[in-house]
């Protein structure tokens, strides 16, 4: 069983950054590749960002694209998310998760994950 903790959330005016952080609970991180969602209340789960396990393959979706770059540190077990030029419809619970490699470079389907953390808040206000 694997722990996703995530943290750096909070409240931010528009324009402004955020980075998060994901630590987790696992010597074998770089057998995972660790992928960022988010979720509104009431709607579906979105894909943000996805990083193959090397750091070396990343994609994003289209609506944070050249705003938000994911990273990892493999030796620190911790995955990151930095945010910038925020805007209010970036306002959501952000989840990471992990899933592990086993060939697969990178997936964007939050089906596809083993694990999951609780989630941190992102305020952008306007």
């Known amino acids: 069983q694997v722990q996703l903790i995530e943290s750096g959330g909070g409240l931010v005016q528009a324009g402004g950054s955020l980075r998060l952080s994901c630590a987790a609970s696992?010597?074998?991180?770089?057998?995972?590749?660790v992928g960022w969602f988010r979720q509104d209340p009431g709607k579906e789960r979105e894909f943000v960002a996805v990083?193959?396990?090397?750091?070396?393959?990343?994609t994003y979706a289209d609506s944070v694209k050249g705003r938000f770059a994911i990273s990892r540190e493999n030796a620190k077990n911790t995955a990151y998310l930095q945010m910038n030029s925020l805007k209010p419809e970036d306002t959501a619970v952000y989840y990471c998760?992990?899933?592990?490699?086993?060939?697969?470079?990178?997936?964007?389907?939050?089906?596809?994950?083993?694990?999951w953390g609780q989630g941190t808040q992102v305020t952008v206000s306007a």
């Open positions: 696992t010597r074998t991180f770089s057998s995972y590749l």
């Open positions: 990083i193959s396990w090397s750091g070396s393959t990343t």
């Open positions: 998760a992990a899933k592990r490699t086993l060939g697969v470079l990178t997936t964007t389907n939050p089906g596809l994950y083993d694990y």
